[in-house]
Structure formats: C-alpha cells, structure tokens
C-alpha cells in the first residue's frame, strides 16, 4: 500500500493570512530548516513535527495540510 500524496498548501495560506513568515514559524515551531524544506516539497514529515505546529500556531491538522 502506498502512502497518500499531501500537500502544506494550506499551511502557506494560514501563514500568508496571518503575516508569519516560514522562518518565524520555524523559530516558534522548534522545527529544522530542513524539515521546512521538505514541506515545502510536501514530503512526508513526522506526525511529531504536524503537533508542533499545530500547537506553534493554535490550528488543527486540517488548516495546515490536505491529502490529494
């Protein structure tokens, strides 16, 4: 079985909406620069890396990512 193509679209919007920047969040987060990059590359992340941010920006699982 493969795994489920996702996508951090939403999560660039959220941050767009409210004026944060990738290296902000990343700061607030205490996520790696790389962990960005893969994000940004909508590669797989841990679901530890999902709740940091979850929690880093008071959102829920489904403001920051979709499955396609």
Known sequence: MSTPDISFKPLWK??????ISRHELQQKAGVSRSTMWKMGRNDY????????ICKAL????DQIMEIC
């Open 45 to 52: 992340v841990s679901l530890d890396v999902i709740t940091k």
């Open 58 to 61: 008071d959102c829920s699982v």
């Open 14 to 19: 959220l941050l767009i909406d409210r004026d």
